[in-house]
Each structure stands twice: as structure tokens, then as C-alpha cells.
């Protein structure tokens, strides 16, 4: 390694001529700008990467949303990541995002995988529109018409959970996740209460056996009043060691549960193939990985029946694709994160890989709000349970500057959520 300051090396427009390979296309398209645009338009962080183009009015849009450490992100596009790729052809995806990855030496993580997967996405959504078709094309086409999604239904109270759950029904949802609230700030997806435990060091906790013990009686409720035409999922949100994930699994078995979601924290991912092997209903896991060998062993070591990518965790669409097809050959199928936390163009990269494999399982779904319709031009919509990806050229999305500019973010919202997920002795607890 040398010590020499690597921005001593960079030429007047940025770039690092090095990063150049000793071929390439001599059409003179090359890669002018590089920059990561923020915005919040429903309060979380969205980071999007802009790739501009020698081409005038070419350019591509990557998402590269981190939103707890979205500062980072920005900082690794614009200071490092830029200076790789300004000067390139946009067409070599490939060899592109392999320097990007190399380039750190101590790689992955969700900041320098999120930071590729600006990139990544942005050179793809170029590759679309220099051939006017939309990225699934490139990728091999359809091989289903529309995307079956799932949703959320999450209150205080399992009556108010199944309220919304039979309005989501009633709009066309077949595919809905529950969770429902308890005693604790630190209840995951629906609203808790404090001083659940009053006589306890920490009154606001979050306890994993009454959560083991009140949660079937969630979906002995669910069946009795939703009946058997709806799938039910539920999320854990990685709070339970491997043999109380066991327990809730069989507990769960009479419901029919389509799966059951981040049943361990991520630290607990190698005990994921006895878990599975040991639960009578599929295990979804995935949100949580940062890197591509990380997802390769969950779905080579049989740890997953669905694995939950989100996708610029592990850098884009070019690695997401070959996993996919690793899915695919190993019998496991696919169920995208997607919840508010990633852009609109994070959506269109999951439809486009959700509508041109074969190991497509469920994909979740995010109503976004108007303002977020007013930045990103495009936004998927869902109609009758269902996303249809744009047939315009690239992801079928744009951004709005002018418009992104109106919502700044704000850092530490999640974080301050998570200082208050302990247990009622006052521990801490995998928020």
C-alpha cells in the first residue's frame, strides 16, 4: 500500500486516470459527474446518486439509501467513488463496479456497498436508456406480468391490527404482514406504551418471553376473523435467540404463516440452517446483510426459504442479479425489503429483478406519500395488490432537485429509537 495522498494523483476534472482499463468503447461517451442528492420528503433519509453523461440529457439515477448513516454514503460517492468512474464509459458496469469494490481493500458494509450501489444502479439506468428499453429487458424480460406484494397491517391492539388488515384486504391485498403493539417503547412496526413494567429498572421496556407468549394470539385472531384466503406474515425483527425463534415458529405453525421474518439478529446468522431445519413455517432473512458473501451463505448453507435483500446494501443490481440466480438453482426465492427507507428508484431496480426471475416469492411494499410523489417522478404505485415496473427506458424514474431540495434530512431519528429498546431489567435489545 502506498502512502502517497491518492488526490494528488487526480487530473483537472477530478478523475484518477488510472482507474482508466486499457481498452474500452471509442464512441466518446464518457461519465462527466458524480454526486449523491438527499432528501426526505416523509422525514427518513433517501440518498440517490445522479451519473452524468458526456451525451447531453443522459444521465442515470442510483439508490444508495442508508438512511442511519446517510452522511457517510454521500461522503464515500463524492470523495472517493467519483473520482474512480469520472472519465469512464458508462456501458462497463462490470469492470466498473468491481474496481469500486476493490478499490477500499477492506470492503462491504452497508456504507461503501450502499455508495456502489448509487453507481451500480445509476450505470444500469443509463445502459436502459441508451437502448430506450427498460432495465428488465436487459436483464432477459418478463417472465411474470406484475408484481404480487405484501403490506402491513400494525396497531396498538390485535382488534386495530385486523382492522387494517381487512381494509388492506378490501383494497386488494392478498399478502399481509401483522404486528401488533404491547408494553414497551421499544415494540417493533406498531405503537407500544410506557411504564409497561412499573415496577422494573427500566418501566419502557421490551420483554421476549410475553412477546413469545401473546403473539399467537395474534393470528389465532387473524384466521378466525381474516379466514384462510389471506397470506400472513410477521415480522421479529432480530430480537430472539435461536431457540426462541424455534419456539415461536412452532408455535406458530397452526396459523399458516407464509413466512416468518429476521427471526435472529445477524450476529446469530450461522445458527439460521438449524433454526430453519428446526421451524415448521419458512424463515425469511436478508435486510440485514451487508455483503455478498454474507447472502451467499445463508442461501449455499440452507439458512433461508426467502431471502429479504436490500438491494444497495450489497451493491447494487450487478450482484443482487447473481445471487438471484444462485436463489433460483438452490430452490430459495426472493421477498425484497422495501419499506420507506428506500427511494423510489431502490423500488424500481427490485421490480425489475422481480419480474425477470423465476425465484420471485413476495415482494414488500411502501404506499409513498405526495411529497415523495413530487420528487421522484415515476414513484411505483400498487394497484390491487400489485406493482406493474414502468416500461420507460431505464428505471422509468426521475428526481426533481428543485423539489428534493424542499425536504432536508434530519439525522438520528432512527437512533434515538433505538437508545430506548431495552428490556425491562434495562439492557439493551436488538432494536
Known sequence: MTSRDPHRLLNASGALPQAHPPWGPTDGLRITGVRAIVTAPEGIPLVVVRVDTSDDGLYGLGCATFTQRYEAVVATVQGYVAPLVLGRHPADIEDITRLVHYSSYWRNGPVLNNALSGIDQA???????????????????????????????????????????????????????????????????????AGGYPRSPYPDGWDAERYLRSTPGLFAAARERLGDEVNLMHD????????????????????????????????????LPEVRAAAPVPIAVGEQIGSVPDAVRLVRDGGVDLLR???????GLTPTRKLVALAELLGVRTAFHSPGDISPVGVAANLAVDVSTPAFGYQESHTYNGATHEVFAGTPVVRDGYLVPSAEPGWGVDLDERAAAQYPP???????WTAQVRRPDGGLEAP
Open 123 to 193: 450505470l444500469w439506468d443509463i445502459a436502459g436508456k441508451r437502448a430506450g428499453l427498460p432495465v428488465y429487458e436487459l436483464l432477459g424480460g418478463r417472465c411474470r406480468a406484475a408484481v404480487e406484494v405484501y403490506t402491513h397491517a400494525a396497531a396498538a391492539t390485535v382488534e386495530q391490527t385486523l382492522d387494517q388488515a381487512e381494509a388492506l384486504i378490501a383494497d386488494g391485498y392478498r399478502n399481509v404482514r401483522l404486528q401488533v403493539g404491547g408494553p414497551g417503547l421499544g415494540t417493533y412496526g406498531a405503537p407500544g406504551w
Open 410 to 416: 434530519t439525522k438520528f431519528l432512527f437512533d434515538s
Open 236 to 271: 421479529v425483527h432480530s430480537r430472539l435467540t435461536p431457540k426462541q425463534a424455534v419456539v415461536l415458529a412452532r408455535s406458530l405453525e397452526p396459523y399458516g404463516l407464509s413466512f416468518l421474518e429476521d427471526v435472529v439478529a445477524p450476529e446469530h446468522y450461522d445458527r
Open 309 to 315: 435483500l436490500h438491494t444497495s446494501s450489497v451493491g
